[in-house]
């Protein structure tokens, strides 16, 4: 008689890229951090800290302050001005996702109601440009000229970006280079500032102040191709938002591009109409399925990792470390999203 015995498997799955090392780095700081925050958003006009909270509460990765916090460990740097700046860098974003909602009409942020649906658009702007001057006043009180050159222009060149969008909407012929230069200000200028203030207020080289801001241009350009991308995946239920909003929104991003590019005369009729006159029932399916046939999306998550690689090696320039090795792992988290 035979018995069979289950063995134990010890196949395992492939380790899953995670941001949780370099949170568990800059812990401590980015307790330090949350509490300026919440500080700052103090105000006397109670709707306020009542609206900011609503959206800083939603959850999110703090990504942004976390680069800065892990910037500035990578350089060595243990005081408190990178905790302040990390907290100035989260102004910024969050002020420039309450007006991003206000332009898009978004309903939903992270699967939570936006503060322009709860609120209104004139309190969503006007608090926005609230958190924007809690920003500068922070930026003033660092005392750097640098800190405050590389701030104020990544927030002026965000503006650009958002503009620039806004014109690029309902234009089926906007051009790769366009739609890269869009990406690039409005998601990676914010990148790269609050990598290369870590190196700053470290008073490291110029060239390692260059590393860090090109390694946070090339993880922000990467980590909005995985956006653009999941607006056409299942995936984006798991993040909070509902599939096809760039899609009903005319927005032209690289999965469209490359479809159009790839496309017969009727496909390019196809989007020509949904992105420049008027959407009908069905229509997203159909263009999910162009996509899938031209393979747009997988090249889209290619290209991203490209940039991912980029920013990898950026970092050549600093000796291997945790922080290192843990600031290496946020780009494989921002890409490894979209899997």
């Known amino acids: 008689m035979s018995v069979s015995v289950q063995l134990e498997n010890k196949t395992s799955e492939p380790v899953k890229a995670s941001l949780q090392p370099l949170m568990d780095i800059v812990r401590q700081d980015l307790d330090s951090t949350n509490q300026i925050i919440l500080d700052r958003m103090h105000s006397e006009v109670e709707l306020i800290p009542t609206l900011a909270r609503h959206l800083i509460a939603a959850g999110g990765k703090r990504l942004r302050p976390v680069l800065t916090l892990g ?43 936006t503060a322009n649906v709860l609120w209104g658009n004139q309190a969503s702007v006007l608090v926005g440009d609230f958190l924007f001057s809690r920003s500068f006043q922070l930026m003033v009180e660092d005392g750097s000229l640098e800190v405050l050159r590389i701030l104020s222009t990544a927030s002026a060149v965000i503006a650009e970006g958002e503009v620039q969008q806004l014109m690029n909407v309902g234009d089926v012929n906007v051009t790769e280079e366009n739609y890269l230069q869009v990406i690039a200000s409005k998601t990676a200028a914010l990148f790269a500032a609050a990598c290369e203030v870590g190196a700053v207020v470290a008073d490291r080289s110029p060239e390692e102040a260059a590393a860090l801001r090109n390694y946070g241009n090339d993880l922000g350009i990467a980590f909005q191709l995985i956006d653009d991308a999941l607006d056409y995946s299942a995936e984006q239920a798991a993040l909070g ?19 159009y590019q790839r496309g017969d005369a009727d496909e390019r009729a196809f989007w020509t109409r949904v992105i420049e006159a008027e959407q009908q029932d069905g229509d997203l399916d159909h263009a999910m399925t162009l996509l899938a046939r031209h393979n747009a999306l997988g090249d889209t998550f290619a290209r991203a990792r490209d940039y991912g690689n980029s920013a990898k090696k950026s970092l050549d320039i600093f000796p291997d470390s945790p922080v290192k090795a843990a600031l290496i792992g946020a780009i494989d988290f921002a890409i490894e999203r979209a899997y």
């Not at 938002?241 to 009903?248: P, S």
């Open 241 to 259: 938002k509902t599939i096809g909003d760039d899609f009903r929104e005319g927005k032209v991003t690289l999965p469209i591009l490359l479809a």
């Open 71 to 113: 910037s500035a460990k990578l350089c060595g740097y243990d005081g408190d001005r990178a905790q302040k700046l990390a907290a100035c860098v989260e102004f910024i974003h969050t002020a420039t996702l309450l007006h991003d909602d206000v332009v898009d009409e978004s309903d939903l942020r992270r699967g939570n109601e």
